[in-house]
């Protein structure tokens, strides 16, 4: 059974920083690439960060500069380094992979909160 777990999350001052951890388990396929979502309140999910297994990563326009997605590379998982939070960063981070297997998974999210 594929499991994606995320951790990291937490409450943090405006300015502050948090790293998101999403660790998986459960499948030998290799990934092609690891995304980090987020959800607003009674919003769609969106992009925030993708690294595909060639290295390259792709940021959204409002992240760029602030947040770095990385692989660890001691476990089968990413890194979300999030630098210079704001209170609109608040939201739920959800890690989501595409396998080669052309099947994908969510991970269940982790609450990011920022204070002003």
């Known amino acids: 059974q594929v499991q994606l777990v995320e951790s990291g999350g937490g409450l943090v001052q405006a300015g502050g920083s948090l790293t998101l951890s999403c660790e998986v388990s459960?499948?030998?396929?290799?990934?092609?690439?690891w995304t980090w979502y987020r959800q607003f309140p009674e919003k769609p999910r969106e992009v925030v960060a993708t690294?595909?297994?060639?290295?390259?990563?792709t940021y959204a326009d409002s992240v760029k500069g602030r947040f770095t997605i990385s692989r660890d590379g001691a476990r089968r998982a990413v890194r979300l380094q999030m630098n210079g939070l704001k209170p609109e960063d608040t939201a739920v981070y959800y890690c989501?992979?595409?396998?080669?297997?052309?099947?994908?998974?969510w991970g269940r999210g982790t609450q990011v909160t920022v204070s002003s």
């Open positions: 989501f992979i595409d396998q080669s297997s052309r099947r994908t998974y």
């Open positions: 459960g499948t030998t396929y290799s990934i092609n690439a």
């Open positions: 690294l595909t297994r060639t290295g390259l990563t």
